[in-house]
């Protein structure tokens, strides 16, 4: 949607489909496509908008939580990309319950063992896919995927975040001990955290082109979609 705080254009908005990668209950995402999907609804918003290019002033990014996108070293999608509802790393939860215990779980990710969250779902693609996980250098959630996909950078927002079931959320930071402990994630694996508002970087001239916006545009990190 495209909101003027001072109400002189009003808010329009654009909405998209987004369609599993196999089936239409194939539990799985093609990241590409819904970057392209994305970019696709954000010209159809400027070209239904009846403000000018250069009067935007940025762009702020909030997605559906818990599903991730693997890079490689190339910043390439590396693996497969479950949705948020799938539940296929669901054998993985007895096995972290059994290793870390349920309040333990809870009091560090602020979350109990449960299949959609995005711990079991890594720990489950590692298992499932050895050698596609031996290419990722990168991890990041969905709304990591559509900044890098708008300005290139490499960056991640808290509340969003937080449901991967990978962050101490009273420290604030990624849990680091939990991740190398659990699925040997290294800690330069992991995006940056900053608040939402944050700006993450310029959008880039290939997508304002299609866009219809100014190349450099500010693009901002969002808070979660709850």
């Not at 239409?24 to 239904?48: C, H, K, M, N, S």
């Not at 449960?114 to 693609?125: N, R, S, T, V, Y």
């Not at 490499?154 to 939990?178: H, K, Y």
Request: overall charge negative; some cysteine; proline content about 7%.
């Amino acid at each position: 949607s495209g909101f003027d705080l001072a109400g002189d254009v009003p808010t329009t908005s654009a909405t998209a489909r987004y369609l599993a990668a196999g089936r239409p209950d194939d539990g799985t995402f093609d990241p590409y496509a819904w970057a392209e999907t994305a970019i696709a609804a954000l010209a159809q918003l400027v070209a239904r908008c009846p403000a000018q290019p250069g009067h935007y002033l940025g762009i702020t990014v909030s997605a559906i939580r818990i599903p991730f996108v693997l890079l490689d070293a190339d910043r390439q999608v590396a693996g497969p990309s479950l949705l948020n509802r799938d539940r296929r790393a669901r054998p993985v939860v007895d096995d972290l319950v059994s290793s870390i215990g349920h309040r333990k779980l809870h009091a560090t990710t602020g979350h109990w063992a449960a299949p959609e969250f995005g711990l079991p779902k890594l720990i489950w693609i590692q298992r499932t896919y050895p050698a596609v996980w031996q290419h990722v250098r990168t991890i990041i959630q969905l709304h990591d995927w559509f900044i890098f996909s708008l300005c290139g950078a490499i960056a991640s927002e808290p509340s969003s975040a937080a449901m991967s079931q990978m962050m101490d959320v009273s420290a604030g930071t990624w849990a680091f001990d939990l991740l190398a402990t659990e699925c040997g994630v290294r800690a330069e694996m992991m995006p940056e955290l900053a608040a939402a508002g944050t700006q993450a970087g310029g959008l880039l001239r290939t997508v304002a082109e299609r866009a219809g916006l100014p190349s450099g545009l500010p693009v901002h990190l969002g808070a979660g979609d709850t």
